[in-house]
């Protein structure tokens, strides 16, 4: 039966998003944050897009966030020379870690007691948050500015990408185990725990690697530069967007495309598989963040799958509930959308 994406689009951001990150599952749900260059890091219910809070304090655009498992606190990094801590809670400010350059990434351990940070000043730092005084571990050897750092192996180690090159380190002994060169651009990449899996895009490549010994395992070829990819918790799906304002899901098993469809109105900057995943967020140049089903027309968060009247000749369909809202951009979106399969426009219950 084909069905059509019917996202849920979150708005709020002035500017580009170009970073966001779920919580994991908590007894209160799921939590998302997204970094802008507005400068306003927005924390949101995961499932339903709803705004919950937004952090206040950056001086400059944000460049990453991220929130710890159980969405108590939240971090950011920004232009403005800094990272912050918040209280995910009260959206506090809980402390603000100096840099010298303009800080791109930030990630919590396990426990949420280290934050690491990384930027352009091409250093990895190591904050003890019990010790806000102290100052960071510093591990340097990256030749250019930092895009991306990740607690992985239980926090043994960290991944790093810098423009061309992704590295493997030991928190331990804060060494470099081993690294990986590419040929152009490193844009993204995402740590999955379960099976120990390093996603990574540059180009029209997404690439999978161990992220224990950095081995490849496979790679797949999109039809347009990728900026952004995610793989679905069960392994199953993968998702990627980039330059041409397009989301791709592929078959993570065989590579085969299975979707493909106008996502936003400008380069997508990131995707995110949630927790559960049962959604995909993307955030993207034209300021919002849009929520995609992973199994169209399912009753899931806002969405209910409403059934077609017998003999009517309709396709299924599904249906957004949204609580006092209008999607003025739904509409649009859903015809730019439009294959010939697709018989009727999705409906909105305001």
Not at 93 to 113: C, G, P, R, W, Y
């Amino acid at each position: 039966m084909a069905m059509r994406q019917t996202p849920l689009t979150c708005s709020g951001h002035t500017r580009p998003v170009v970073d966001l990150a779920f919580s994991g599952i908590t007894p209160y749900g799921y939590f998302l944050i997204s970094a802008c260059k507005d400068g306003k890091p927005m924390l949101r219910q995961g499932d339903t897009g709803d705004w919950i809070g937004t952090f206040l304090g950056h001086k400059g655009a944000v460049w990453g966030a991220t929130l710890n498992k159980d969405a108590t606190k939240a971090a950011t990094a920004a232009a403005d020379f800094t990272a912050k801590v918040w209280d995910a809670v009260s959206g506090d400010e809980l402390m603000t870690l100096a840099h010298k350059h303009i800080v791109k990434t930030v990630d919590f351990t396990q426990d949420s007691n280290y934050l690491l940070t990384g930027g352009q000043d091409k250093l990895l730092r190591i904050y003890d948050l019990n010790k806000p005084e102290a100052e960071p571990k510093e591990i340097s050897g990256h030749t250019s500015g930092i895009k991306k750092a990740l607690w992985c192996s239980e926090d043994k180690q960290i991944l790093s990408a810098d423009d061309k090159t992704v590295r493997l380190w030991d928190h331990a002994t804060m060494t470099e185990v081993k690294s990986l060169n590419f040929n152009m651009s490193v844009s993204s990449m995402e740590y999955i725990p379960e099976g120990e899996i390093l996603v990574i895009t540059y180009g029209r490549s997404i690439a999978f690697h161990s992220a224990v010994s950095l081995d490849p395992i496979k790679s797949f070829e999109a039809p347009a530069t990728i900026n952004s990819a995610s793989l679905h918790p069960e392994k199953e799906f993968l998702v990627a967007g980039g330059e041409d304002f397009k989301l791709y899901k592929y078959d993570y098993n065989s590579g085969e495309e299975l979707e493909s469809y106008k996502g936003h109105f400008g380069p997508i900057h990131c995707v995110r598989f949630s927790p559960d995943g049962e959604l995909y967020a993307s955030g993207s140049e034209d300021g919002t963040l849009r929520l995609w089903q992973t199994v169209v027309g399912k009753t899931y968060g806002l969405w209910k799958c409403v059934l077609p009247e017998e003999d009517s000749g309709e396709l299924a369909k599904p249906k957004i509930n949204f609580p006092e809202t209008a999607e003025e951009e739904l509409e649009e979106i859903a015809s730019e959308n439009s294959d010939s399969i697709y018989s009727s426009t999705p409906e909105v219950k305001a």
